[in-house]
C-alpha cells in the first residue's frame, strides 16, 4: 500500500520557521516529481513548491519564493519544506503529493498519491 505522510507541522509565531517532512512508504518514489500544497479554511488548494525526481528542477509559488525551500533525500523517500519568516498567511494545511511524471507540475489534478495533511498554523 502506497503511503505519503506528512509531519512536523504546528503553531508558531510570525516570523518563526519550521520544516515539514513526506516519508513514502509502499514503493520507491525517486522517479517521481512531488510536491507541497496548502489549503486554507474555505481557501482552494494551492500549489506551494515542487521537485523534479532527481532534484534538477524545482519551482516555488511567487507567495513563499525567498522563504520556503524544498528539497528531497531519494535514499530516504522523503522531501522536506524548509519555512522561514512565517506569516499568518502561510495558516493552513500542508499536503504533499507524488506524480509519476519527471518535472513538478502546479495542477494538483496531476497528483497520483496524496498525503493526508499536515496543520501550520501561525500567530500573528
Known amino acids: 500500500q502506497v503511503q505519503l505522510v506528512e509531519s512536523g507541522g504546528g503553531l508558531v509565531q510570525t516570523g518563526d520557521s519550521l520544516r515539514l517532512s513526506c516519508t513514502a512508504s509502499?514503493?520507491?518514489?525517486?522517479?517521481?516529481?512531488m510536491a507541497w500544497f496548502r489549503q486554507g479554511l474555505g481557501k482552494d488548494r494551492e500549489f506551494v513548491a515542487g521537485?523534479?525526481?532527481?532534484?534538477?528542477?524545482?519551482s516555488t509559488a511567487d507567495s513563499v519564493k525567498d522563504r520556503f525551500i524544498i528539497a528531497r533525500d531519494n535514499a530516504k523517500n522523503t522531501i522536506y519544506l524548509h519555512m522561514m519568516n512565517l506569516k499568518p498567511e502561510d495558516t493552513a494545511v500542508y499536503y504533499c503529493a507524488a506524480a509519476g511524471a519527471y518535472y513538478p507540475s502546479k495542477l494538483s489534478n496531476d497528483y497520483d498519491y496524496w498525503g493526508q495533511g499536515t496543520q501550520v498554523t501561525v500567530s500573528s
Open positions: 521537485i523534479s525526481a532527481y532534484d534538477d528542477y524545482s
Open positions: 509502499g514503493r520507491a518514489f525517486s522517479s517521481d516529481a
